[in-house]
Antibody
Framework: QVQLVQSGAEVKKPGSSVKISCKAS????????MNWVRQAPGQGLEWMGRIIPIGGTRNYSQKFQGRLTITADEATSTAYMELNSLTSDDTAVYYC??????????????WGQGTMVTVSS | DIQMTQSPSSLSASVGDRVTITCRAS??????LNWYQQQPGKAPKLLIYAASTLQSGVPSRFSGSGSGTDFTLTISSLQPEDFATYYC?????????FGQGTKVEIK
């Protein structure tokens, strides 16, 4: 059974960057699209972007274009999410989530445990 | 972006009740609609994908229906572990978007 284990909580200053890791174990990493979703305190879920590790194809939500970078290291089965120019609005729990897809569907079937990022001066 | 609107935003129900949550998309999304359950402090859990297909391991009291723009999640007999927040999610076109959530509370 695939598990996604994320790196630990972060506290950052406004204007700085954060990089979170998501390590997959127990399954095939390279062919599975990895997504990043965030959730501000008391709020709903927001999709940020995705990567297909094999080949490195990426898609980002327009909202984060220019300050979001998603990468993947096939050798270590780890995906990364880096967000720059942080503001207090970026305070949230960040999740990685694996895509399950097929004919006529796409869903997130496996989720990491979440990484809390707090942006505060 | 496709807007997903859930109703109600919250509801109170008792164990054994039948519960229905609706989700409406701002444009046609065929059956690219998923439902997730989120317990406090936990990651979301996939319940239903492709509008009506039950994810492996999910109890059969959960069911989904709909296509186009209108969708429904039904819990046939609410159990204590079902008190949580539920989100719909469209995967028809990026940016993939979620409903605002429906919190199911104990009456």
């Amino acid at each position: 059974q695939v598990q996604l284990v994320q790196s630990g909580a972060e506290v950052k200053k406004p204007g700085s960057s954060v990089k979170i890791s998501c390590k997959a174990s127990g399954g095939t990493f390279s062919s599975a699209t990895m997504n990043w979703v965030r959730q501000a305190p008391g709020q709903g879920l927001e999709w940020m972007g995705r990567i297909i590790p094999i080949g490195g194809t990426r898609n980002y939500s327009q909202k984060f274009q220019g300050r979001l970078t998603i990468t993947a290291d096939e050798a270590t089965s780890t995906a990364y999410m880096e967000l720059n120019s942080l503001t207090s609005d970026d305070t949230a729990v960040y999740y990685c989530a694996r895509r399950r897809g097929g004919h006529n569907y796409d869903a997130f079937d496996i989720w990491g445990q979440g990484t809390m990022v707090t942006v505060s001066s | 972006d496709i807007q997903m609107t859930q109703s109600p935003s919250s509801l109170s129900a008792s164990v054994g009740d039948r519960v229905t949550i609706t989700c409406r998309a701002s444009q046609v999304i065929n059956t690219y609609l998923n439902w997730y359950q989120q317990q406090p402090g936990k990651a979301p859990k996939l319940l239903i994908y492709a509008a009506s297909t039950l994810q492996s391991g999910v109890p059969s009291r959960f069911s989904g229906s709909g296509s186009g723009t209108d969708f429904t999640l039904t819990i046939s007999s609410l159990q204590p572990e079902d008190f949580a927040t539920y989100y719909c999610h469209q995967s028809y076109i990026t940016p993939w978007t979620f409903g605002q959530g429906t919190k199911v509370e104990i009456k």
